[in-house]
Each structure stands twice: as structure tokens, then as C-alpha cells.
């Protein structure tokens, strides 16, 4: 069995993205401190700018805080607040029961 790197396995999935008509952009251009930025960290996963004008792009007829709304439900924003220590132990315990998990949506707004 042959092992790919993790280079290879990149490289074949950047080809098969560009392949279906993405454009691949590099971190030295849209990174932190590339010529156009368009997050402020790496931690940032999401390009938020991105994603908005493809939301608007794609539900032109959607007031814009109902895109806002859903883009916020979508994006790591809310995770901080799923993490924190009033997570039911059923959450985290691997045997979560329903109401448990549903009194934990209902109280963050999910």
C-alpha cells in the first residue's frame, strides 16, 4: 500500500477543486498578513466576506438579518458559547439525552 504525505493528498484535492472551476488562492495573497487579507488571524477558518456574498449571491430575495442570522448559526462564532461549563455532562459524555440536548439549543438560540 502506498502512503501519501500530506502534500500529495493536498495537491490532489487542490487539483480536483480547480478541476470543478474553484480558484485556488495562496496564503501569502489572502493570509493575515498576505497583500490582501481577508481574515485577521488563522484562526479565523471562515472568510466571512466570502461566505456573506455567497449567501446574498444565493438567496437574493432574503432580507439581509435573515442571511445574517443564518450565517451566524453556520460559522464558529457560537462555539465558544457551545464550550463553556454549563454544557449538560450528557453533551460531553458521549450519552446525551434528547431533552438535554434540546434545552441546550433552545437556551443558545439554535
Do not use: C, W
Not at 484535492?13 to 498576505?34: A, C, K, N, S, V
Not at 487579507?37 to 444565493?58: G, K, Q, T, Y
Not at 443564518?70 to 462555539?79: E, M, N, Q, W
Amino acid at each position: 500500500m502506498a502512503f501519501l504525505s500530506e502534500a500529495e493528498i493536498e495537491s490532489a484535492l487542490l487539483d480536483q477543486l480547480h478541476g470543478l472551476g474553484y480558484r485556488i488562492e495562496r496564503e501569502e495573497d489572502i493570509g493575515p498578513d498576505g497583500h490582501r487579507p481577508e481574515r485577521e488571524s488563522h484562526n479565523e477558518v471562515v472568510l466571512r466576506r466570502r461566505v456573506e456574498d455567497a449567501v446574498a449571491r444565493l438567496n437574493p430575495g432574503v432580507p439581509p438579518e435573515a442571511r445574517q442570522d443564518a450565517i451566524r448559526k453556520v460559522t464558529p462564532s457560537d462555539l465558544p458559547a457551545l464550550l463553556d461549563v454549563h454544557v449538560p455532562h450528557g453533551l460531553i459524555s458521549g450519552a446525551p439525552r434528547i431533552a438535554d440536548a434540546q434545552a441546550f439549543l433552545k437556551e443558545r438560540g439554535l
